[in-house]
Nanobody, 120 residues
Framework: QVQLVESGGGLVQPGGSLRLSCAAS????????MGWYRQSPGKQRVLVAA???????NYADSVKGRFTISRDNAKNTVDLQMNSLNPEDTAVYSC??????????????WGQGTQVTVSS
């Protein structure tokens, strides 16, 4: 059983900041990549930022320069620092992990999601 526990969502005013955190636990041998996706009402879920193990980060164009993703491989955690938030950033943000278990099987796993609302 694997769990991705997210925290840090909420309501913030335009121009404000939030930090999302995600912790993975359970039968995980190795996590290849972790990332954050978001879904706004009536739209598809899209990549916000991703960070592979030991590799370079990847950001959506709309968040470059404002969001920063970081990862702690020892703790199996990934954080998303979001600055200069605007109403277009309002969405449900979900943590994602691509990992292998101790039997060598690979999985793509999602957290429950956390709501981020940017509004005055």
């Amino acid at each position: 059983q694997v769990q991705l526990v997210e925290s840090g969502g909420g309501l913030v005013q335009p121009g404000g900041s939030l930090r999302l955190s995600c912790a993975a636990s359970g039968s995980i041998f190795s996590i290849y990549a972790m990332g954050w996706y978001r879904q706004s009402p009536g739209k598809q879920r899209v990549l916000v930022a991703a960070i592979p193990r030991g590799g370079s980060t990847n950001y959506a164009d709309s968040v470059k320069g404002r969001f920063t993703i970081s990862r702690d491989n020892a703790k199996n955690t990934v954080d998303l620092q979001m600055n200069s938030l605007n109403p277009e950033d309002t969405a449900v943000y979900s943590c994602n992990a691509r990992y292998s278990d101790y039997n060598g099987y690979w999985y793509n796993y999602w957290g429950q999601g956390t709501q981020v609302t940017v509004s005055s």
